[in-house]
């Protein structure tokens, strides 16, 4: 099994930095910072689509064709913590070494949005206050790290949930 979660939450972790290194530059190189939330989370559910295929792997090449849905769980949830572990080290590297006016460019930019969007001065004035609170607990590396982890943890365990339902097999199908 560490031999199949090493080399697809490698790959995932891979793929999660390209993305991550690419919105940063984009970041910085355009003044506009256009996000697009949908295709973020489509490219992170199209890179976690790996733990599918390494659940699969480990069952059929490695276990005999059969998995039970714990075995299942278990190393989609390593190749999970592989690579949302390779994610948050490279954004915190990121954010540290070479972006630490990262919230310096991005909240003005939220805030921007949020009054495109047609936020009142209230809403506004609130916006405000949560992104001054969160630039302030962001001066805290457990935060960023917690906060990180946060962003892409989830949506692989749940990936992870929905694959070891479906692949979980207790008895070879003999036809």
Request: aromatic letters at 16%; charged letters at 20%.
């Amino acid at each position: 099994m560490k031999r199949t979660v090493w080399i697809f939450g490698s790959i995932i972790g891979i793929i999660f930095i390209t993305f991550l290194l690419y919105s940063t530059t984009e970041c910085y190189t355009n003044p506009e910072m256009k996000s697009n939330d949908v295709v973020g989370y489509a490219g992170m559910i199209a890179a976690f689509s790996f733990i599918f295929v390494g659940i699969k792997n480990y069952r059929d090449k490695y276990n005999g064709g059969l998995i039970t849905f714990g075995q299942a769980f278990k190393t989609g949830l390593y190749i999970t913590l592989i690579a949302s572990t390779m994610y948050v080290v490279v954004w915190l590297v990121e954010y540290y070494v070479f972006i630490p006016d990262f919230l310096d460019k991005f909240i003005p930019h939220v805030m921007k949005e949020a009054s495109q969007d047609g936020a009142s001065s209230v809403e506004l004035a609130e916006k405000q206050r949560e992104m001054d609170e969160f630039k302030e607990m962001y001066k805290n590396p457990l935060f960023v790290v917690l906060v990180t982890y946060a962003e892409i943890f989830p949506l692989g365990l749940v990936i992870t949930l929905i694959s070891a339902l479906i692949l979980k097999r207790r008895e070879v199908s003999t036809t």
